[in-house]
T-cell receptor, first 114, second 114 residues
């Protein structure tokens, strides 16, 4: 069964901490994505990557950065966590950028910043 | 112009009833329209998708209706069951799903009452 695995299901961090969210896919997909999901706001794209070491800003990149050193791994970095970054974070991968064969999502990381 | 507007935000349906969720878009370059289903504690998963060369696509109890002139598409769930209770997202992209990114609607939380 194809998978996108996010390293943590729940995470609690303190304001100002540097936070790493890890995502690994086993499908050899070119494209990987980071979204945050908040009630009433739906899925908002933070960053995406279409190849190793390549990254593009999404709709809400402020306060975040990403790293993709290997094809299967895409990391989201919160440089200095703030309480407004408390959210559900979802990673996805896809063979096509536009989702023609579907985006495969992980189960999410619920991050709480206190 | 990149938005996909989804309604309603929430929906309560009796078991056996028909659930209808609507989406509208402005960008006429969109040519791939998937729906995603998300259960609590899980990431969204591709449910059904349509391309504008057809006006309707049916998979089991789920049907997408597409109106190109009105720039609208909708998801119909026939004989709705409590197990259909989930959040549903419509989405759109270009290049038949190969280009751009998926643009998601804000989601509809469906509750099917027994």
């Amino acid at each position: 069964d194809v998978k996108v695995t996010q390293s943590s299901r729940y995470l609690v961090k303190r304001t100002g901490e540097k936070v790493f969210l890890e995502c690994v896919q086993d499908m050899d997909h070119e494209n990987m994505f980071w979204y945050r999901q908040d009630p009433g706001l739906g899925l908002r794209l933070i960053y995406f990557s279409y190849d190793v070491k390549m990254k593009e800003k999404g709709d809400i990149p402020e306060g975040y950065s990403v790293s993709r050193e290997k094809k299967e791994r895409f990391s989201l970095i919160l440089e200095s966590a703030s309480t407004n970054q408390t959210s559900m974070y979802l990673c996805a991968s896809s063979p096509l950028l536009g989702g023609g064969y579907g985006y495969t999502f992980g189960s999410g990381t619920r991050l709480t910043v206190v | 112009q990149q938005q996909v507007k989804q309604s309603p935000q929430s929906l309560i349906v009796q078991k056996g009833g028909i659930s209808i969720i609507n989406c509208a878009y402005e960008n006429t370059a969109f040519d791939y329209f998937p729906w995603y289903q998300q259960f609590p504690g899980k990431g969204p998963a591709l449910l059904i998708a349509i391309r504008p060369d057809v006006s309707e696509k049916k998979e089991g109890r789920f049907t997408i209706s597409f109106n190109k002139s009105a720039k609208q598409f909708s998801l119909h769930i026939m004989d709705s069951q409590p197990g259909d209770s989930a959040t549903y997202f419509c989405a759109a992209s270009i290049g038949g799903g190969s280009q751009g990114n998926l643009i998601f609607g804000k989601g509809t939380k469906l509750s099917v009452k027994p």
